[in-house]
């Protein structure tokens, strides 16, 4: 007997749908790994060609290369139907995104959305996450209008309004460069 395949936007067994998550963070894991190598390379590499490479040292450079990674590690961002998570090498967090609260624009050197739900809870999301991936935007537009219609979204509106056009931008320029038009 074959086991049967779950149809498209399905989980196994045909239960909820799988979560969408961020599709470069794959290659900003491989960056952030590369990073931390050639760190620990050029260190140890530099260590052992002014002879002074020893053990304590060595651990040094190891420890220093690991703390590089961590710091450059993008998070993980996931969506499902009414979600958006968040998760760092040390926690995750979730708001419900069809009982959202507030959304909040920072801007500057680290530009980050806030956003709050019905039920206390908080993330912080690099909103070109959502700028480069559709999918993720597509859920989380999809819950902030589930909250705008059940009257709980009282602040932030006009932010991701203004996010939804900046990425409606972007993939129309994608689209006629790919089709070759200017």
Sequence with gaps: MQAREPRQGQGPGGGPPYPTVDRHRRADVRLA????LGFCALTFLVDWD???LTLPRA??????????????LPPRVAAGR?????????????VRTDALVAVR??????????????????????????????????????????????????????VLERLGHEIDDTIARAVLKASGLP
């Design 33 to 36: 790994t590369g990073c931390g």
């Design 82 to 94: 009414g979600w958006l998570a968040v998760s760092g090498p040390v926690r995750r967090r979730r």
């Design 59 to 72: 651990l040094l450079w190891l420890t220093l290369s690991a703390g590089v990674l961590a710091v450059l």
């Design 50 to 52: 002014a002879e002074t």
């Design 105 to 158: 624009q920072y801007a500057g050197a680290s530009a980050h959305l806030v956003l709050c739900d019905t039920h206390g809870h908080r993330l912080e999301v690099d909103p070109r996450v959502l700028t480069g991936d559709p999918l993720l935007w597509h859920e989380l537009d999809t819950g902030v209008r589930r909250s705008l219609e059940r009257g709980t979204l009282r602040e932030g509106a006009d």
